[in-house]
C-alpha cells in the first residue's frame, strides 16, 4: 500500500481536492496529471539527504561478497516466504482442498502461476503427458483423439482471463461479517495468461451435430469431475489451454490440458481434459445436482447459472494491511466481469454516501482483471471503504442487500472454506478505525 506525505503544505493542485466524502481525491492525480501528483508528495517514510546529518549510502554485507548460484528454476526470494497461498486443508485429508490467492500481496493483473487459487477433490493427479489422450465424440460425424503432441500442432491463440470459483467470496452471505482477510474472503479467483487451440477449430474438424445444444466434459482425476457446457459457450471463445502464463499448467490448474471458458465459472472449465461428449441434453453430473444447484429464497433451484458477474474489491488497503498515520494514500483493488471489459470503478470513503472515479490502468481486457487505483487523503477518522465496477454490457455491481435478497443469507457465521451459496458479486466493505485498523464490515 502507497503512503504519501506533502511537500508544502502551501502547495495547491486542483486534483489533490476531494471531490467526494471522506477524503477521495481527484483521479487525474494518478493518470495524466501523475507528475504534478508525484510532485506534491514523496513516499512516506522517506528521509531526506539535504540536512547535515545525511550519511552516505552503506554497504551491505549482500553487496560486499558473491550471491547465490542460479538454479535451474527460480523460486521468490526468502523475503517474500510469506507471500503464499492459504490452504484449506493442509494436511491432504481425503477430502477437498481450496488454495487460495493472496491478492492483498500483490499488485498487478496476472496472478503467477505458483499463487493461482486451485481446488483438487481428491489431489492432483500424476498424469503422463505422453500417454494423455483428449477424446471428441457424441453428435460427431468423426470421433477424434488427440495427444499433445498432435494439439501442439494446431494454431494458438493467447488471451488474458480469469477464472472464480462459484462459491468465492461465499463467506459475505454469512449474517454477521466474517472477521478475516481478502485471501480468505476472495482468495478463490486468479487472472492468467492462457495459451492453447479454440474447441472450435476441434468441433468443427469432428464435424459436430447443428442438432447439439451441450457438451459433456470430462476430467482424468479420480473423481472424473464432469461438467455440462452449452454448445453455444463452446463455439465462441471455450479454449483448450495448453500453457499458463507462457509456461506448461501448473499440476493443481489442470496439467497436461485444461478447459477454458472464459467469464464462467470455475467447476465448469474441467481440468486435466480427457473428453468432451457432443449430446442433446445436460448431463445432471453429481456436481451439478450437489454441489450448484443451491436453492433461492423462492424455492426455486439456482440451477445452470454458469456467468461470473462484473465484481471488485480493494486489496490495498484491506484486513491486515494496517494504515500507520493519517496522510495520503493510494486505494486499489481489482474489477473484472464475465460478460467483457471494465468501463468504469466508483469508489467511497464513507460507506456509499458519496462516490468517485477510480483511474483504471491500462490495458483494460475483457473476461481478465483490470486493476484500479484512487488517491485518499485520510484524516485518522473512522471511514468505510467500498468499490463497485460497471462493464460494458451495461450491468452494474450490485449492494450486498441486493445480492442476499436474491440469492439468500445464512442464519448463522459462515465458518472460513464453506459455501453456503454461490455467486456473490456484491459490494465489500473494509470499515477503518481510528486506530488504522482495518476490518470486514457491512454497511
Known sequence: MRIFKRRNSGEKHSTLQPVAGNGLLDRRALLGRGIAFAGAMSAGGAASLTGAAAEPLKDEQWSLEPGEVLSPYQQPSKFEKKVTRILSNPRGEPRTQHARTPHH??????????????????GNPDIDPDKHKLIIHGMVKQPLAF???????????????FVECGGNSSLLFSKEPVQTDVQNLHGLVSCAEWTGVKLSVLLEEAGFDKNAKWMIAEGADAPAVSRSVPMKKALDDAMIALYQNGERLMPGNGYPVRLL?????????????????????PSMSYYETRTYSPVLPNGKAYRFFFLQEVKSFITHPSPGLMLKEPGLYEISGIAYSGTGRITKVMVSADGGKSWAKAALQAPVLSKAFTLF???????????????????????????????????????????????????YNGITSWGIAGSGEVKHVYA
Do not use: C
Not at 500481496?105 to 481428491?122: R, V
Not at 495427444?147 to 482471463?161: E, F, G, I, K
Not at 484524516?379 to 465496477?389: H, T
Open 147 to 161: 495427444t499433445l503432441d498432435s494439439l501442439s500442432r494446431y494454431p494458438m491463440v493467447t488471451r488474458a482471463a
Open 373 to 423: 487505483r484512487m488517491a485518499w487523503r485520510w484524516n485518522g477518522s473512522p471511514a468505510v471503504l467500498q468499490s463497485r465496477a460497471w462493464d460494458d454490457a451495461g450491468n452494474v455491481q450490485p449492494t450486498r442487500a441486493e445480492v442476499v435478497a436474491t440469492r439468500g443469507e445464512t442464519k448463522t457465521v459462515a465458518r472460513v472454506g464453506g459455501f453456503p451459496s454461490q455467486h
Open 261 to 281: 471458458l472464459p467469464g464462467y465459472e470455475g467447476n465448469m472449465q474441467v481440468k486435466y481434459l480427457r473428453r468432451l461428449k457432443v449430446v442433446n441434453q
Open 105 to 122: 500481496m500483490l499488485n498487478g493483473t496476472i496472478t503467477p502461476n505458483g499463487l493461482h487459487f486451485t481446488i483438487s477433490h481428491q
